[in-house]
Protein backbone atom coordinates (compact mmCIF):
# COMPACT_ATOMS: atom_id res chain seq x y z
CA UNK A 1 0.00 0.00 0.00
CA UNK A 2 1.45 3.51 -0.79
CA UNK A 3 2.82 5.29 2.13
CA UNK A 4 0.32 8.58 1.63
CA UNK A 5 -2.69 5.85 1.78
CA UNK A 6 -1.37 4.01 4.69
CA UNK A 7 -0.78 7.43 6.57
CA UNK A 8 -4.49 8.55 5.71
CA UNK A 9 -5.66 4.91 6.57
CA UNK A 10 -4.09 5.33 10.59
CA UNK A 11 -6.07 8.86 11.10
CA UNK A 12 -9.35 7.16 10.03
CA UNK A 13 -8.81 4.42 11.74
CA UNK A 14 -8.18 6.28 14.83
CA UNK A 15 -11.08 8.81 14.41
CA UNK A 16 -13.77 5.92 13.90
CA UNK A 17 -12.34 2.32 13.14
CA UNK A 18 -15.84 1.33 11.61
CA UNK A 19 -15.63 4.68 8.87
CA UNK A 20 -12.23 2.23 7.46
CA UNK A 21 -14.39 -0.81 7.24
CA UNK A 22 -16.85 0.83 5.64
CA UNK A 23 -14.18 2.04 2.76
CA UNK A 24 -14.20 -0.39 -0.16
CA UNK A 25 -10.76 -2.18 -1.12
CA UNK A 26 -10.28 0.65 -3.61
CA UNK A 27 -10.98 3.15 -0.76
CA UNK A 28 -8.54 2.17 1.28
CA UNK A 29 -5.68 2.00 -1.10
CA UNK A 30 -6.79 5.88 -1.91
CA UNK A 31 -4.29 8.88 -1.18
CA UNK A 32 -3.35 12.40 -2.62
CA UNK A 33 -0.02 11.83 -4.61
CA UNK A 34 2.27 14.44 -4.03
CA UNK A 35 2.06 14.81 -7.78
CA UNK A 36 2.57 17.61 -10.54
CA UNK A 37 -0.21 19.10 -8.82
CA UNK A 38 1.18 19.20 -5.48
CA UNK A 39 4.61 20.24 -6.60
CA UNK A 40 3.04 22.75 -8.39
CA UNK A 41 1.21 24.41 -5.96
CA UNK A 42 4.39 24.16 -3.53
CA UNK A 43 6.24 26.30 -6.29
CA UNK A 44 3.27 28.50 -6.83
CA UNK A 45 3.59 29.55 -2.92
CA UNK A 46 7.93 29.80 -3.26
CA UNK A 47 9.36 29.88 -6.98
CA UNK A 48 9.29 33.49 -6.78
CA UNK A 49 12.11 33.43 -9.53
CA UNK A 50 10.75 31.27 -12.18
CA UNK A 51 7.67 28.15 -12.32
CA UNK A 52 7.82 25.49 -14.84
CA UNK A 53 5.88 22.78 -13.65
CA UNK A 54 2.42 22.35 -14.62
CA UNK A 55 1.15 21.59 -17.72
CA UNK A 56 -0.12 24.74 -19.30
CA UNK A 57 1.17 27.77 -20.96
CA UNK A 58 1.68 31.11 -20.35
CA UNK A 59 2.95 34.34 -21.94
CA UNK A 60 3.99 37.87 -21.36
CA UNK A 61 3.00 37.20 -17.27
CA UNK A 62 -0.49 36.22 -17.99
CA UNK A 63 -2.19 32.31 -19.12
CA UNK A 64 -1.86 31.83 -22.87
CA UNK A 65 -4.94 31.99 -24.31
CA UNK A 66 -6.68 32.62 -27.74
CA UNK A 67 -8.85 35.82 -27.32
CA UNK A 68 -11.72 33.82 -29.30
CA UNK A 69 -12.35 32.17 -26.34
CA UNK A 70 -11.98 34.59 -23.72
CA UNK A 71 -14.53 37.34 -25.75
CA UNK A 72 -17.16 34.71 -24.87
CA UNK A 73 -16.08 34.60 -20.99
CA UNK A 74 -17.07 38.15 -20.25
CA UNK A 75 -15.58 39.51 -17.12
CA UNK A 76 -14.31 35.73 -16.00
CA UNK A 77 -10.46 36.09 -16.14
CA UNK A 78 -7.81 33.36 -17.72
CA UNK A 79 -7.36 32.49 -14.15
CA UNK A 80 -10.72 31.57 -13.17
CA UNK A 81 -11.25 29.05 -16.28
CA UNK A 82 -8.76 28.16 -18.37
CA UNK A 83 -6.16 26.80 -15.60
CA UNK A 84 -6.78 23.88 -14.11
CA UNK A 85 -9.13 23.82 -10.75
CA UNK A 86 -7.61 21.63 -7.84
CA UNK A 87 -8.98 17.83 -7.70
CA UNK A 88 -10.36 18.95 -3.90
CA UNK A 89 -12.81 22.12 -6.02
CA UNK A 90 -11.56 25.71 -5.51
CA UNK A 91 -11.14 26.65 -2.07
CA UNK A 92 -13.97 29.41 -2.34
CA UNK A 93 -16.61 27.40 -3.90
CA UNK A 94 -15.98 24.73 -1.38
CA UNK A 95 -16.34 26.93 1.45
CA UNK A 96 -19.63 28.96 0.22
CA UNK A 97 -21.30 25.65 -0.37
CA UNK A 98 -20.31 24.40 3.40
CA UNK A 99 -22.03 27.68 4.29
CA UNK A 100 -24.88 27.29 2.46
CA UNK A 101 -25.28 23.68 3.65
CA UNK A 102 -25.43 25.28 7.04
CA UNK A 103 -27.61 27.41 6.43
CA UNK A 104 -30.42 25.43 4.64
CA UNK A 105 -30.11 22.71 6.92
CA UNK A 106 -30.59 23.56 10.66
CA UNK A 107 -29.70 20.39 12.55
CA UNK A 108 -26.31 20.93 11.02
CA UNK A 109 -25.74 23.60 13.29
CA UNK A 110 -23.50 22.14 16.10
CA UNK A 111 -22.23 19.38 13.85
CA UNK A 112 -18.88 18.97 12.24
CA UNK A 113 -19.18 18.01 8.65
CA UNK A 114 -16.05 17.48 5.83
CA UNK A 115 -15.67 20.30 3.49
CA UNK A 116 -17.20 19.25 0.16
CA UNK A 117 -15.21 17.84 -2.94
CA UNK A 118 -16.35 19.18 -5.71
CA UNK A 119 -17.39 16.37 -8.65
CA UNK A 120 -18.62 17.47 -12.29
CA UNK A 121 -22.06 17.18 -11.52
CA UNK A 122 -23.62 14.60 -9.51
CA UNK A 123 -24.20 11.83 -11.34
CA UNK A 124 -20.07 11.69 -11.20
CA UNK A 125 -20.63 12.35 -7.35
CA UNK A 126 -22.32 9.13 -7.50
CA UNK A 127 -19.59 7.55 -9.29
CA UNK A 128 -16.91 8.76 -6.98
CA UNK A 129 -19.03 7.69 -4.18
CA UNK A 130 -19.24 4.44 -5.19
CA UNK A 131 -15.66 4.23 -5.98
CA UNK A 132 -14.53 5.11 -2.75
CA UNK A 133 -17.40 3.43 -0.45
CA UNK A 134 -18.86 0.54 -2.56
CA UNK A 135 -17.05 -3.16 -3.26
CA UNK A 136 -18.44 -5.82 -5.79
CA UNK A 137 -21.28 -7.60 -4.09
CA UNK A 138 -22.15 -4.84 -1.30
CA UNK A 139 -25.96 -4.25 -1.37
CA UNK A 140 -27.62 -0.85 -1.41
CA UNK A 141 -30.89 -0.46 -0.58
CA UNK A 142 -33.12 1.66 -3.09
CA UNK A 143 -37.16 2.35 -3.84
CA UNK A 144 -38.68 0.76 -6.33
CA UNK A 145 -39.25 3.43 -7.89
CA UNK A 146 -35.96 5.33 -8.47
CA UNK A 147 -33.59 7.17 -11.25
CA UNK A 148 -32.71 4.58 -13.63
CA UNK A 149 -28.88 6.14 -13.94
CA UNK A 150 -28.07 4.81 -10.12
CA UNK A 151 -28.60 1.15 -12.16
CA UNK A 152 -25.31 2.32 -14.40
CA UNK A 153 -23.39 3.70 -11.95
CA UNK A 154 -23.72 1.00 -8.95
CA UNK A 155 -25.10 -1.76 -10.73
CA UNK A 156 -23.49 -2.53 -13.24
CA UNK A 157 -20.18 0.06 -13.17
CA UNK A 158 -19.22 -1.36 -10.03
CA UNK A 159 -21.13 -4.76 -9.64
CA UNK A 160 -23.37 -3.15 -6.27
CA UNK A 161 -26.41 -5.43 -5.67
CA UNK A 162 -29.46 -3.09 -5.87
CA UNK A 163 -32.30 -4.63 -3.36
CA UNK A 164 -35.36 -2.40 -3.77
CA UNK A 165 -38.70 -1.50 -1.35
CA UNK A 166 -42.16 -0.24 -2.40
CA UNK A 167 -41.81 3.48 -1.85
CA UNK A 168 -45.52 4.16 -1.65
CA UNK A 169 -48.14 2.64 0.82
CA UNK A 170 -51.40 1.99 -0.63
CA UNK A 171 -52.73 5.17 1.33
CA UNK A 172 -50.09 7.39 -0.33
CA UNK A 173 -46.98 7.68 1.81
CA UNK A 174 -43.49 6.75 2.23
CA UNK A 175 -43.53 3.36 2.84
CA UNK A 176 -41.42 3.25 5.85
CA UNK A 177 -42.14 0.04 7.12
CA UNK A 178 -41.36 -1.71 3.67
CA UNK A 179 -37.97 0.27 4.03
CA UNK A 180 -37.39 -0.63 7.80
CA UNK A 181 -38.33 -4.53 6.47
CA UNK A 182 -35.71 -4.38 3.65
CA UNK A 183 -32.87 -2.17 5.54
CA UNK A 184 -33.39 -5.13 8.68
CA UNK A 185 -33.26 -8.11 6.21
CA UNK A 186 -30.18 -6.95 4.44
CA UNK A 187 -28.43 -5.50 8.00
CA UNK A 188 -29.28 -9.43 9.21
CA UNK A 189 -27.15 -10.66 6.16
CA UNK A 190 -24.29 -8.08 5.70
CA UNK A 191 -22.12 -6.63 8.13
CA UNK A 192 -22.27 -3.63 6.10
CA UNK A 193 -25.42 -2.16 3.95
CA UNK A 194 -25.57 1.27 1.82
CA UNK A 195 -29.03 3.24 1.86
CA UNK A 196 -29.81 5.69 -0.30
CA UNK A 197 -32.21 8.33 0.04
CA UNK A 198 -32.98 10.61 -2.61
CA UNK A 199 -36.04 13.76 -1.98
CA UNK A 200 -37.28 15.39 -3.91
CA UNK A 201 -37.62 12.03 -5.37
CA UNK A 202 -37.14 11.49 -9.45
CA UNK A 203 -39.41 10.32 -10.80
CA UNK A 204 -42.14 10.37 -8.20
CA UNK A 205 -41.44 14.13 -6.83
CA UNK A 206 -41.87 12.92 -3.51
CA UNK A 207 -40.58 14.35 -0.45
CA UNK A 208 -41.02 12.39 3.13
CA UNK A 209 -42.66 14.36 5.75
CA UNK A 210 -41.13 15.50 8.79
CA UNK A 211 -42.87 12.17 10.75
CA UNK A 212 -41.51 9.73 7.40
CA UNK A 213 -38.02 11.53 8.01
CA UNK A 214 -37.68 11.61 11.65
CA UNK A 215 -38.29 7.61 11.53
CA UNK A 216 -36.64 6.58 8.50
CA UNK A 217 -33.28 8.16 10.77
CA UNK A 218 -34.59 6.21 13.69
CA UNK A 219 -34.71 3.01 11.65
CA UNK A 220 -30.88 3.64 10.43
CA UNK A 221 -29.41 4.40 13.77
CA UNK A 222 -31.28 1.45 15.41
CA UNK A 223 -29.12 -0.51 12.68
CA UNK A 224 -26.15 1.27 13.24
CA UNK A 225 -26.79 0.37 17.10
CA UNK A 226 -27.50 -3.27 16.43
CA UNK A 227 -23.76 -3.73 15.14
CA UNK A 228 -24.04 -2.89 10.91
CA UNK A 229 -22.17 -0.50 9.63
CA UNK A 230 -24.90 1.84 7.85
CA UNK A 231 -23.31 4.22 4.65
CA UNK A 232 -26.61 6.50 4.35
CA UNK A 233 -26.44 8.50 1.07
CA UNK A 234 -28.36 11.30 0.63
CA UNK A 235 -28.60 12.40 -3.18
CA UNK A 236 -30.17 16.00 -3.02
CA UNK A 237 -30.00 16.36 -6.31
CA UNK A 238 -33.41 18.53 -6.30
CA UNK A 239 -32.63 20.05 -2.84
CA UNK A 240 -35.14 22.82 -1.74
CA UNK A 241 -37.80 22.66 -4.13
CA UNK A 242 -39.87 21.77 -1.30
CA UNK A 243 -43.48 22.71 -1.95
CA UNK A 244 -45.87 21.20 0.97
CA UNK A 245 -46.20 22.10 4.44
CA UNK A 246 -45.56 18.97 5.82
CA UNK A 247 -42.63 17.67 3.92
CA UNK A 248 -39.58 17.99 5.20
CA UNK A 249 -37.33 21.39 4.41
CA UNK A 250 -34.19 19.47 4.87
CA UNK A 251 -31.66 16.96 4.21
CA UNK A 252 -31.42 13.68 5.96
CA UNK A 253 -27.80 13.82 6.39
CA UNK A 254 -28.33 16.57 8.41
CA UNK A 255 -30.40 14.47 10.67
CA UNK A 256 -28.07 11.44 9.91
CA UNK A 257 -24.68 13.13 10.74
CA UNK A 258 -23.56 12.22 14.70
CA UNK A 259 -26.05 10.13 15.31
CA UNK A 260 -23.70 6.82 15.91
CA UNK A 261 -20.61 5.30 15.35
CA UNK A 262 -21.27 3.57 12.81
CA UNK A 263 -23.70 4.95 10.72
CA UNK A 264 -21.66 7.10 7.53
CA UNK A 265 -23.77 10.08 6.38
CA UNK A 266 -22.63 11.11 2.72
CA UNK A 267 -24.38 13.88 0.80
CA UNK A 268 -24.36 14.51 -3.03
CA UNK A 269 -25.71 17.45 -4.09
CA UNK A 270 -25.05 19.89 -6.64
CA UNK A 271 -25.35 23.60 -8.34
CA UNK A 272 -27.08 21.42 -11.57
CA UNK A 273 -30.73 21.27 -10.50
CA UNK A 274 -30.81 23.46 -7.22
CA UNK A 275 -28.96 26.56 -9.01
CA UNK A 276 -30.36 25.59 -12.75
CA UNK A 277 -27.04 24.92 -14.33
CA UNK A 278 -27.55 21.68 -15.85
CA UNK A 279 -24.42 21.89 -18.17
CA UNK A 280 -22.00 23.36 -15.68
CA UNK A 281 -21.32 19.68 -13.90
CA UNK A 282 -20.95 21.27 -10.16
CA UNK A 283 -21.70 18.22 -7.97
CA UNK A 284 -20.51 17.80 -4.09
CA UNK A 285 -19.56 14.86 -2.11
CA UNK A 286 -19.60 15.59 1.71
CA UNK A 287 -19.41 13.90 5.04
CA UNK A 288 -20.57 13.92 8.25
CA UNK A 289 -20.19 10.83 10.77
CA UNK A 290 -19.36 10.50 15.03
CA UNK A 291 -15.65 10.62 15.21
CA UNK A 292 -13.29 10.57 18.69
CA UNK A 293 -10.79 13.54 18.97
CA UNK A 294 -9.92 16.10 16.40
CA UNK A 295 -12.64 16.14 13.32
CA UNK A 296 -10.23 18.04 11.20
CA UNK A 297 -7.44 15.84 10.09
CA UNK A 298 -10.34 13.29 10.11
CA UNK A 299 -12.31 14.76 7.47
CA UNK A 300 -9.27 16.13 5.78
CA UNK A 301 -7.92 12.34 5.19
CA UNK A 302 -11.76 11.08 3.82
CA UNK A 303 -11.40 14.60 1.51
CA UNK A 304 -7.69 13.85 0.00
CA UNK A 305 -8.91 10.24 -0.51
CA UNK A 306 -12.10 11.62 -2.46
CA UNK A 307 -10.34 14.06 -4.47
CA UNK A 308 -7.73 11.19 -5.04
CA UNK A 309 -10.33 9.58 -6.56
CA UNK A 310 -11.23 12.32 -8.62
CA UNK A 311 -7.60 13.08 -9.66
CA UNK A 312 -7.51 9.61 -10.94
CA UNK A 313 -10.52 9.87 -12.88
CA UNK A 314 -11.36 13.30 -14.38
CA UNK A 315 -8.52 14.91 -12.85
CA UNK A 316 -10.66 18.19 -11.87
CA UNK A 317 -13.85 19.39 -12.62
CA UNK A 318 -14.46 22.38 -15.34
CA UNK A 319 -12.82 25.93 -13.81
CA UNK A 320 -14.90 27.88 -15.14
CA UNK A 321 -18.24 26.10 -14.32
CA UNK A 322 -16.81 26.30 -10.42
CA UNK A 323 -16.20 30.05 -11.17
CA UNK A 324 -18.86 30.67 -12.66
CA UNK A 325 -21.05 28.62 -9.51
CA UNK A 326 -19.23 31.20 -7.03
CA UNK A 327 -19.98 34.21 -8.47
CA UNK A 328 -23.44 33.58 -8.57
CA UNK A 329 -23.24 32.80 -5.38
CA UNK A 330 -21.23 35.43 -4.02
CA UNK A 331 -23.65 37.76 -5.92
CA UNK A 332 -26.10 39.80 -3.77
CA UNK A 333 -28.99 38.90 -6.57
CA UNK A 334 -28.91 35.13 -5.47
CA UNK A 335 -30.87 34.90 -2.82
CA UNK A 336 -33.49 36.32 -4.27
CA UNK A 337 -33.07 35.02 -8.33
CA UNK A 338 -33.21 31.53 -6.20
CA UNK A 339 -36.66 32.46 -4.17
CA UNK A 340 -37.95 33.73 -7.89
CA UNK A 341 -37.42 30.39 -9.36
CA UNK A 342 -38.66 28.29 -6.25
CA UNK A 343 -41.94 30.35 -6.34
CA UNK A 344 -42.13 29.59 -10.29
CA UNK A 345 -42.20 25.77 -10.14
CA UNK A 346 -43.98 25.55 -7.18
CA UNK A 347 -47.38 27.63 -8.95
CA UNK A 348 -46.58 24.95 -11.68
CA UNK A 349 -46.27 22.33 -8.74
CA UNK A 350 -49.78 23.09 -7.65
CA UNK A 351 -51.41 23.68 -11.00
CA UNK A 352 -50.74 19.99 -11.49
CA UNK A 353 -52.43 18.75 -8.77
CA UNK A 354 -55.34 21.61 -9.10
CA UNK A 355 -55.60 20.15 -13.09
CA UNK A 356 -55.51 16.57 -11.63
CA UNK A 357 -58.25 16.68 -8.90
CA UNK A 358 -60.49 17.21 -11.94
CA UNK A 359 -62.48 13.36 -11.65
CA UNK A 360 -62.60 13.58 -15.84
CA UNK A 361 -58.92 11.54 -15.32
CA UNK A 362 -60.42 9.52 -12.82
CA UNK A 363 -60.57 5.74 -15.58
CA UNK A 364 -57.40 6.87 -16.97
CA UNK A 365 -54.87 6.66 -14.48
CA UNK A 366 -54.07 7.01 -10.83
CA UNK A 367 -51.68 9.92 -9.18
CA UNK A 368 -48.34 8.98 -7.43
CA UNK A 369 -48.04 11.42 -4.32
CA UNK A 370 -46.34 13.99 -5.35
CA UNK A 371 -44.86 17.59 -3.57
CA UNK A 372 -41.52 18.58 -4.63
CA UNK A 373 -38.79 18.69 -6.90
CA UNK A 374 -39.28 18.76 -10.95
CA UNK A 375 -41.10 15.58 -11.52
CA UNK A 376 -44.33 13.92 -10.98
CA UNK A 377 -45.75 10.51 -12.10
CA UNK A 378 -49.37 8.93 -13.24
CA UNK A 379 -49.80 5.18 -13.14
CA UNK A 380 -52.02 4.33 -16.35
CA UNK A 381 -55.19 2.02 -15.97
CA UNK A 382 -56.22 0.58 -19.19
CA UNK A 383 -52.91 1.55 -21.96
CA UNK A 384 -49.21 0.15 -21.47
CA UNK A 385 -46.72 3.19 -21.25
CA UNK A 386 -44.86 3.30 -24.11
CA UNK A 387 -47.17 2.59 -26.17
CA UNK A 388 -48.82 6.05 -25.01
CA UNK A 389 -45.25 7.81 -24.98
CA UNK A 390 -44.49 6.62 -28.84
CA UNK A 391 -48.66 7.88 -29.86
CA UNK A 392 -48.32 10.84 -28.20
CA UNK A 393 -45.08 11.35 -29.32
CA UNK A 394 -46.26 10.90 -33.27
CA UNK A 395 -49.71 12.25 -32.93
CA UNK A 396 -49.54 15.16 -30.54
CA UNK A 397 -45.97 16.03 -30.44
CA UNK A 398 -46.27 15.18 -26.80
CA UNK A 399 -42.97 13.76 -25.11
CA UNK A 400 -42.99 12.20 -21.58
CA UNK A 401 -40.81 9.34 -20.43
CA UNK A 402 -42.48 5.77 -20.09
CA UNK A 403 -41.11 4.06 -16.78
CA UNK A 404 -41.69 0.31 -17.08
CA UNK A 405 -45.18 -1.27 -18.19
CA UNK A 406 -47.59 1.56 -16.41
CA UNK A 407 -46.02 4.76 -15.69
CA UNK A 408 -45.40 7.94 -17.27
CA UNK A 409 -43.27 10.66 -15.66
CA UNK A 410 -44.28 14.50 -16.47
CA UNK A 411 -41.17 16.80 -15.83
CA UNK A 412 -42.99 20.30 -14.87
CA UNK A 413 -40.49 21.81 -14.26
CA UNK A 414 -39.98 22.18 -18.30
CA UNK A 415 -43.97 23.28 -19.17
CA UNK A 416 -45.63 26.74 -18.28
CA UNK A 417 -48.01 26.80 -15.99
CA UNK A 418 -50.52 27.55 -18.67
CA UNK A 419 -49.71 24.68 -21.01
CA UNK A 420 -50.01 22.07 -17.98
CA UNK A 421 -54.24 21.68 -18.26
CA UNK A 422 -53.26 21.09 -22.45
CA UNK A 423 -51.31 18.29 -21.74
CA UNK A 424 -53.05 16.22 -19.59
CA UNK A 425 -56.39 16.62 -21.43
CA UNK A 426 -53.97 15.24 -24.88
CA UNK A 427 -52.40 12.66 -22.44
CA UNK A 428 -56.56 11.74 -22.01
CA UNK A 429 -56.80 12.11 -25.56
CA UNK A 430 -53.82 10.08 -26.39
CA UNK A 431 -55.61 7.21 -23.87
CA UNK A 432 -59.04 7.14 -25.63
CA UNK A 433 -57.56 6.96 -28.93
CA UNK A 434 -55.41 3.44 -28.17
CA UNK A 435 -59.07 2.25 -25.93
C1 LIG B 1 -31.94 11.82 -8.45
C2 LIG B 1 -30.89 12.36 -9.35
N1 LIG B 1 -29.62 12.37 -8.93
C3 LIG B 1 -28.64 12.84 -9.70
C4 LIG B 1 -28.89 13.33 -10.97
C5 LIG B 1 -27.74 13.79 -11.80
O1 LIG B 1 -27.52 15.11 -11.75
P1 LIG B 1 -26.28 15.81 -12.51
O2 LIG B 1 -26.83 16.44 -13.73
O3 LIG B 1 -25.74 16.78 -11.53
O4 LIG B 1 -25.30 14.73 -12.85
C6 LIG B 1 -30.19 13.32 -11.46
C7 LIG B 1 -30.46 13.80 -12.82
O5 LIG B 1 -31.40 13.52 -13.49
C8 LIG B 1 -31.21 12.83 -10.62
O6 LIG B 1 -32.48 12.81 -11.04
Same mark, same amino acid.
Given at each position: ??????????????????????????????????????????????????????????????????????????????????????????????????????????????????????????? *????????????????????????????????????????????????????????????????????????????????????????????????????????????????????????????? %????????????????????????????????????????????????????????????????????????????????????????? %????????? %???????????????????????????????????????????? *???? %?????????????????????????????????????????
Amino acid at each position: MNLLASQLNQVIEKGNPHIMEMLSEIGKKLFFPKGILSQSAEAKKKAYKLNATIGIATEEGGIMHFPSIMDTLGTIRPEESLTYAPSFGIPALRKIWKESQFEKNPSLSNKETSLPVVTSGIT *HAISIFADVWTDPGDVIVLPDMMWGNYNMTLSIRKGVKITNYPIFTAKGGFNVEAFENRVKEEAAKNDKIIVLLNFPHNPTGYTATEEEGNRIVRILTDVARGGTNVVAVADDAYFGLFYEEETL %KESLFARLCNQHERLLAVKLDGATKENFVWGLRIGFITYGCKIQGDPGPFYEALEKKTAGCVRGNISNASHLGQSIVLKSMQDKKYPAE %KEEKFEVLK %KRANRVKAVLSDPKYKDAWDVYPFNSGYFMCIRLKSVNAETLRL *HLLD %KYGVGLISIGERDLRVAFSCLEEKEIPELFDIVLQGIEDLN
